[in-house]
């Protein structure tokens, strides 16, 4: 064997060492972060939007929901971020501005299993609708675009809103959490 060849053969030793610890750490890190590499976006097509009315929780005028995300595909997706959510009346109408985004949780990647679930937590100010002068009207539904999607998902939803923007901020979102919270 001549020195060039040695060489290749050593390279190509060290090249698979660095490739497997590579490998393992990797492993690792995916184990520790439970979102593999592997793990593609979520899509609004694979996923249903709802809230449960009895999840309520609230003071001083404001009711938190958990809005919950259901995986309805054969396989676990990944998603992380904000939600954009809006109120729509019965003639599919934005009422109102869109949630506002609530800093309570740092943003992270969640992983939602084949038919899990992840929540954000959605706030509805009442006590903004009915003591400001925003014009209240009924809205039938929230129009919901998973964290960085452009496609909207419907969830049926009723609560009186505000049909006037400007500074009537009603709704708030916070980022995707893994698990439900109903």
């Given at each position: 064997?001549?020195?060039?060849?040695?060489?290749?053969?050593?390279?190509?030793?060290?090249?698979?060492?660095?490739?497997?610890?590579?490998?393992?750490?990797?492993?690792?890190?995916?184990?520790?972060?439970?979102?593999?590499?592997?793990?593609?976006?979520?899509?609004?097509?694979?996923?249903?939007?709802?809230?449960?009315?009895?999840?309520?929780?609230?003071?001083?005028?404001?009711?938190?929901?958990?809005?919950?995300?259901?995986?309805?595909?054969?396989?676990?997706?990944?998603?992380?971020?904000?939600?954009?959510?809006?109120?729509?009346?019965?003639?599919?109408?934005?009422?109102?501005?869109?949630?506002?985004?609530?800093?309570?949780?740092?943003?992270?990647?969640?992983?939602?299993?084949?038919?899990?679930?992840?929540?954000?937590?959605?706030?509805?100010?009442?006590?903004?609708?009915?003591?400001?002068?925003c014009k209240p009207k009924?809205?039938?539904?929230?129009?919901?675009?998973?964290?960085?999607?452009?496609?909207?998902?419907?969830?049926?939803?009723d609560l009186p809103s505000?049909?006037?923007?400007?500074?009537?901020?009603?709704?708030?979102?916070?980022?995707?959490?893994?698990?439900?919270?109903?």
């Amino acid at each position: 064997m001549g020195k060039p060849f040695r060489r290749l053969i050593a390279a190509a030793s060290a090249a698979l060492a660095i490739g497997i610890g590579s490998a393992a750490w990797a492993a690792t890190s995916a184990s520790a972060a439970s979102a593999p590499a592997t793990v593609k976006a979520c899509t609004a097509g694979q996923l249903s939007v709802w809230i449960s009315p009895d999840a309520l929780n609230g003071a001083a005028g404001t009711f938190y929901y958990p809005l919950e995300f259901t995986n309805h595909s054969g396989h676990a997706c990944a998603t992380g971020g904000y939600p954009g959510v809006s109120a729509l009346g019965a003639n599919g109408k934005q009422l109102g501005l869109a949630a506002a985004r609530n800093h309570v949780y740092a943003g992270k990647v969640v992983t939602i299993p084949a038919g899990g679930t992840a929540h954000a937590l959605f706030a509805y100010g009442n006590a903004e609708v009915s003591s400001s002068g925003c014009k209240p009207k009924t809205a039938m539904e929230l129009r919901v675009y998973p964290p960085n999607s452009k496609t909207a998902i419907h969830a049926f939803f009723d609560l009186p809103s505000c049909s006037l923007g400007g500074r009537h901020v009603y709704l708030t979102v916070a980022v995707i959490q893994p698990g439900t919270n109903i």
